[in-house]
C-alpha cells in the first residue's frame, strides 16, 4: 500500500536559518511527488513537483527539493526562512507515469514556526 | 492562471438544511475532485470526477451528493449533515487525472 510519512510533526526554526523538511514515500514504482504549503483556512498550494528528469526540482519561493530513490525521499529545503513561510506543508505521492488513478497520497503534514 | 475559485467562503447550516458548495475552474482541465480536512489533518479525497463522468467514490455518505454539470463547474450538494461533517471542503482540478492537482481555497463548513 501507498504511504507517505513526514516524521516531523512540527518545526521550529528562526527567520534567516535553513530549513529542511523531511518526507519518505512507500511505493512500487517511481511516483509523481509534490511539496504543498497551506496557511491557516486556505487551500493548497503548490510548491514543487517531480515526474521525472532532474532530482533536484526548484519551486515557487525560494523552496527547492530532492529526490533520492534510494531513500524513497523528498526533501524540502530553504536556505532561509522568511516569517511568511510559517504554514502547514504536507507532502503527497501520485501513482507515476502510465495510471490514470487520480489520488493524491499525502503526508501527516508538518507546521513550521518561524520566530523572528 | 492556475486558479481554482470556490464559493461560499464560509457556510453554517443546520442539520435539516440543504446546501450547494460551488468550485470553478477555467484551466480546461478534464479531472476535479471534492476533498474534505478536518483541523490538522491532511485532506481526504471524497470524488473524483473524470471528463464530467464520476470515476471514485470513497465512500462517501449520500447525504454528500456531487453533480459536475460541465467541464468547468463541479459542485457538492448537502443534506441533513451532522456536526461532525464540520470541515474544510476543498475542491481541486487537474489537466487529468494523472496530473498535477490544483486546489482552491476551500469553503468552511459549519453544521450546528
Known amino acids: 500500500a501507498q504511504s507517505v510519512t513526514q516524521p516531523d510533526i512540527h518545526i521550529t526554526v528562526s527567520e534567516g536559518a535553513s530549513l529542511e523538511l523531511r518526507c519518505n514515500y512507500s511505493?512500487?514504482?517511481?511516483?509523481?511527488l509534490f511539496w504543498y504549503v497551506q496557511s491557516p483556512g486556505q487551500g493548497l498550494q503548490l510548491l514543487l513537483k517531480?515526474?521525472?528528469?532532474?532530482?533536484l526540482v526548484q519551486g515557487i519561493k525560494g523552496f527547492e527539493a530532492e529526490f533520492k530513490r534510494s531513500q524513497s525521499s523528498f526533501n524540502l529545503r530553504k536556505p532561509s526562512v522568511h516569517w511568511s513561510d510559517a504554514a502547514e506543508y504536507f507532502c503527497?505521492?501520485?501513482?507515476?507515469?502510465?495510471?490514470?488513478?487520480?489520488?493524491?497520497?499525502f503526508g501527516r503534514g508538518t507546521q513550521l514556526t518561524v520566530w523572528p | 492562471d492556475t486558479e481554482v475559485t470556490q464559493t461560499p467562503k464560509h457556510l453554517v447550516m443546520g442539520m435539516t438544511n440543504k446546501k450547494s458548495l460551488k468550485c470553478e475552474q477555467h484551466?480546461?482541465?478534464?479531472?476535479m475532485y471534492w476533498y474534505k480536512q478536518k483541523a490538522k489533518k491532511p485532506p481526504e479525497l471524497m470524488f473524483v470526477?473524470?471528463?464530467?463522468?464520476?470515476?471514485i467514490n470513497e465512500s462517501v455518505p449520500s447525504r454528500f451528493s456531487p453533480e459536475c454539470p460541465n467541464s468547468s463547474l463541479l459542485n457538492l450538494h448537502l443534506h441533513a449533515l451532522q456536526p461532525e461533517d464540520s470541515a474544510l471542503y476543498l475542491c481541486?482540478?487537474?489537466?487529468?487525472?494523472?496530473?498535477?492537482?490544483?486546489f482552491g481555497p476551500g469553503t468552511r463548513l459549519t453544521v450546528l
Open positions: 484551466m480546461g482541465h478534464r479531472a
Open positions: 503527497a505521492v501520485a501513482p507515476g507515469r502510465g495510471s490514470t488513478l487520480g489520488r493524491l497520497y
Open positions: 517531480y515526474f521525472s528528469g532532474d532530482t
Open positions: 481541486a482540478s487537474s489537466q487529468s487525472r494523472a496530473d498535477t492537482q490544483y
Open positions: 511505493y512500487g514504482a517511481t511516483p509523481y
Open positions: 470526477y473524470s471528463y464530467e463522468k464520476l470515476s
